[in-house]
């Protein structure tokens, strides 16, 4: 069956950096979209950075363009999270979500990806 485990989250300063991964298995990785989203509490789950499996072409939301960054190793079945400049805003659990590509999607809404990791928690503080 398909996995993806997160790690690398944790508890950072305002202005730091952390790097997330995710590990998928079960799938064919080079196929897949892969996402990360955010959900910070009381709040709805949140489009954070997509790529593309096939020419590896990214996608991010506005409140983190220039500050993260997402990037994949196909050889390793892993994608990351490059977070630079973390503000406290930034908080909340993150997860990654795969799905395999297919035209017409935009791969920002949660219900356009069939599979989940577990998330890994992202404290930023003040």
């Known amino acids: 069956q398909v996995q993806l485990v997160e790690s690398g989250g944790g508890l950072v300063q305002a202005g730091g950096s952390l790097r997330l991964s995710c590990a998928a298995s079960g799938l064919t990785f080079r196929r897949n979209v892969m996402g990360w989203f955010r959900q910070a509490p009381g709040k709805e789950r949140e489009f954070v950075a997509n790529?593309?499996?096939?020419?590896?072409?990214?996608y991010y939301a506005d409140s983190v363009k220039g500050r993260f960054t997402i990037s994949r190793d196909n050889a390793k079945n892993t994608v990351y999270l490059q977070m630079n400049s973390l503000k406290p805003e930034d908080t909340a659990v993150y997860s990654c979500?795969?799905?395999?590509?297919?035209?017409?999607?935009?791969?920002?809404?949660?219900?356009?990806?069939?599979?989940w990791g577990q998330g890994t928690q992202v404290s930023v503080s003040s």
């Open positions: 979500a795969a799905d395999v590509f297919r035209y017409g999607n935009d791969y920002v809404s949660p219900y356009e990806f069939d599979y």
């Open positions: 790529i593309r499996g096939i020419g590896g072409s990214t």
